[in-house]
């Protein structure tokens, strides 16, 4: 099992920053894969950063050039640093990790607990 804590939600105004953490435990395998995704009210969970083991990351068009996804594998914590904040921003935002259990071929999702992330004047 795996154990995903996040922390750093809160309210900020527009244009401002805001820096997510999500620390994992548990059985991490070597293959794995950290991500961030939000939800906003009335609307789906969509993706906003991933990012592999090897630092390979990729972003949603909408937070490209604002928001950066890194990792430390010896803690084995994944980051979002989130800058130039819209009102649009606004929903609970979820860490993910998938392990990859290479003897059955398959990958295993994990989820946080959510933090809310607030724009607002």
């Known amino acids: 099992q795996v154990q995903l804590v996040e922390s750093g939600g809160g309210l900020v105004q527009p244009g401002g920053s805001l820096r997510l953490s999500c620390a994992a435990s548990?059985?991490?395998?070597?293959?794995?894969?950290r991500g961030w995704y939000r939800q906003a009210p009335g609307k789906q969970r969509e993706v906003v950063a991933r990012?592999?083991?090897?630092?390979?990351?990729n972003y949603a068009d909408s937070v490209k050039g604002r928001f950066t996804i890194s990792r430390d594998n010896a803690k084995n914590t994944v980051f979002l640093q989130m800058t130039s904040l819209k009102p649009e921003d606004t929903a609970v935002y979820y860490c993910n990790l998938r392990n990859y259990d290479g003897g059955r071929r398959s990958w295993y999702n994990y989820w946080g607990q959510g933090t809310q992330v607030t724009v607002s004047s």
């Open positions: 548990g059985s991490i395998f070597s293959i794995n894969e």
């Open positions: 990012i592999s083991v090897g630092g390979t990351n």
